[in-house]
């Protein structure tokens, strides 16, 4: 015999995500179809911008529902998530103009956000699929004592 069990929190922030993806998904479809149609190259520049930060926003959704990993425990029904390990990323270790010393950590999917924001704003790069890509590759493990500290 079947029972349905409640949705659990971590299935339902998913559900929500992959709305949001396609909800993403489908607006920067509508807009890669009216793109032909633009004849003035500002307009168009701006567009294809648009439709390239929809697909940056779909992607780092997508980056979140993969890093969210769930598993049963055997002979429980309860599901449990299992602990991701937190990251840093600190400016004095990369080679910068500013003489940067700001240190980020937290979960994978804070510190590349909050590290690409600041990329962008003290920085001045822009944000891209490269930048992205070059940030996760910088992002190291916390070293346990210092990702315990909150704990103790």
């Known amino acids: 015999m079947l029972t349905d069990f409640p949705e659990s929190e971590s299935d339902f922030r998913k559900r929500q995500i992959r709305e949001k993806i396609k909800e993403i998904g489908e607006r920067a479809d509508a807009l890669a179809r009216i793109l032909p149609n633009i004849t003035n ?4 520049r701006k567009i294809e911008q648009l439709i390239e930060q929809y697909r940056l926003d779909a992607n780092r959704l997508s980056e979140r529902i993969r890093d969210e990993v769930t598993v049963f425990l055997p002979g429980s029904l309860q599901k449990q998530e299992l602990a991701m390990s937190r990251k840093y990323i600190d400016c004095r270790e990369i080679p910068n103009e500013v003489g940067c010393t700001l240190a980020i950590s937290g979960t994978e999917d804070e510190v590349l956000d909050l590290a690409i924001m600041h990329a962008c704003t003290s920085h001045g790069h ?3 699929h490269e930048l992205r890509d070059n940030l996760r590759s910088m992002l190291k493990d916390e070293p346990e004592n210092l990702s315990r500290g909150a704990e103790a």
């Open 41 to 44: 190259s500002g307009e168009k």
């Open 126 to 128: 822009k944000d891209t």
